[in-house]
């Protein structure tokens, strides 16, 4: 079992920059791959970005390349994302997942554990 919390989320202008956290619990952080996934009002949950669990290969949606950068420190259970430039259109509820197996497959369909997501705004 694994429990996720998000932090870092708020509203900030165009051009801006924010930093997500989450939190992890459990002893196994390191085996899991990590993703972030984004909600925005009447839309779909899409993918941003993951990061496998010792190999750190990352991948990201086209939309956040260049301007994301997913991390973690399996040290501290903790994973990030760093938003650079933002823009309105990366308004969102955004969470984090965690999934014991594939990368690949977090990135299809998410992972097997959420948080509980935080709000980011972006004003223009």
């Known amino acids: 079992q694994v429990q996720l919390v998000e932090s870092g989320g708020g509203l900030v202008q165009a051009g801006g920059s924010l930093r997500l956290s989450c939190a992890a619990s459990?002893?196994?952080?390191?085996?899991?791959?990590m993703g972030w996934f984004r909600q925005a009002p009447g839309k779909e949950r899409e993918f941003v970005a993951v990061?496998?669990?010792?190999?750190?290969?990352?991948d990201y949606a086209e939309a956040v390349k260049g301007r994301f950068t997913i991390s973690r420190d399996n040290a501290k259970n903790t994973l990030y994302l760093q938003m650079n430039s933002l823009k309105p259109e990366d308004t969102a509820v955004y969470s984090c997942?965690?999934?014991?197996?594939?990368?690949?497959?977090?990135?299809?369909?998410?992972?097997?554990?959420w948080g509980q997501g935080t709000q980011v705004t972006v004003s223009s």
């Open positions: 997942t965690a999934k014991s197996t594939s990368l690949l497959a977090l990135r299809r369909g998410g992972g097997d554990y």
């Open positions: 459990g002893r196994t952080f390191s085996s899991y791959a």
């Open positions: 990061i496998s669990g010792g190999t750190y290969l990352t």
